[in-house]
């Protein structure tokens, strides 16, 4: 496992193509784990400093942030030919599979045991919503400012139906200004 110094050369696009290939079939529901393990410990493409920086940037632009980072890491190694690689690579496998979901589906709609298959991921991604959600809220366990911030944008969004946007607009600017030290 490599955390350190830069690959020897920067990787080919059909290199580029196979690595977020692998990526974008390993994940389902985010795959940044499998992007940093790919990325910096398999391919040494990137240092782990580097590919914290660049996503720090990739989190900064607007759109996935995995998308953000096939096109960046891509454009960095082989320009444009490269972006369309990495995220062509990123976004095959699971079209692809999406796209055979689809008629199968399609196709057997209508069978009781798809209705049973989709109410039990429906219920598997509910479960991993509400899990990620106690994760995020942990550490705002201890300040109560935070938790209010919270509960605000929890209610805004979950009982007067206000859009993300407005919630984010209101939210983040009081959540900054209690934030502040006394």
Same mark, same amino acid.
Request: aromatic share 6%; proline share 7%; charged share 10%.
């Given at each position: 496992?490599?955390?350190?110094?830069?690959?020897?050369?920067?990787?080919?696009?059909?290199?580029?193509?196979a690595?977020?290939?692998?990526?974008?079939?390993?994940?389902?529901?985010?795959?940044?784990?499998w992007?940093?393990?790919?990325?910096v410990?398999?391919?040494?493409?990137?240092?782990?400093?580097e590919?914290?920086?660049?996503?720090?940037?990739?989190?900064?632009?607007?759109?996935?942030?995995?998308?953000?980072?096939?096109?960046?890491?891509?454009?960095?190694?082989?320009?444009?030919?490269?972006?369309?690689?990495?995220?062509?690579?990123?976004?095959?496998?699971?079209?692809?599979?999406?796209?055979?979901?689809?008629?199968?589906? #399609?196709?057997?709609?209508?069978?009781? !045991?798809? /209705?049973?298959?989709? +109410? *039990?991921? =429906?219920? $598997? &991604?509910?479960? @991993?919503?509400?899990s990620?959600?106690?994760?995020? #809220?942990r550490?705002?366990?201890?300040? !109560?400012? /935070?938790?209010?911030? +919270? *509960?605000? =944008?929890? $209610? &805004?969004?979950? @009982?007067?139906?206000?859009?993300?946007?407005?919630?984010?607009?209101v939210?983040?600017?009081?959540?900054?200004?209690?934030?502040?030290?006394?």
């Amino acid at each position: 496992m490599r955390e350190t110094g830069p690959p020897a050369a920067p990787p080919s696009c059909r290199a580029l193509f196979a690595g977020f290939f692998s990526i974008g079939i390993s994940g389902f529901g985010g795959v940044l784990p499998w992007a940093r393990r790919m990325i910096v410990e398999r391919r040494a493409w990137l240092d782990a400093a580097e590919f914290t920086d660049l996503l720090a940037l990739c989190q900064f632009l607007p759109g996935p942030n995995v998308i953000n980072l096939a096109v960046v890491l891509g454009s960095r190694f082989r320009g444009r030919r490269g972006a369309l690689a990495a995220v062509g690579g990123l976004l095959s496998g699971p079209l692809v599979i999406v796209s055979i979901l689809g008629v199968l589906y #399609a196709r057997f709609q209508h069978a009781p !045991v798809v /209705a049973h298959a989709i +109410a *039990a991921v =429906a219920a $598997a &991604a509910s479960g @991993l919503i509400v899990s990620m959600a106690l994760k995020l #809220a942990r550490p705002l366990l201890h300040d !109560v400012r /935070a938790l209010g911030v +919270a *509960a605000l =944008a929890c $209610a &805004a969004l979950a @009982l007067l139906h206000l859009p993300l946007l407005t919630t984010i607009a209101v939210a983040a600017p009081l959540g900054l200004v209690l934030a502040r030290p006394s």
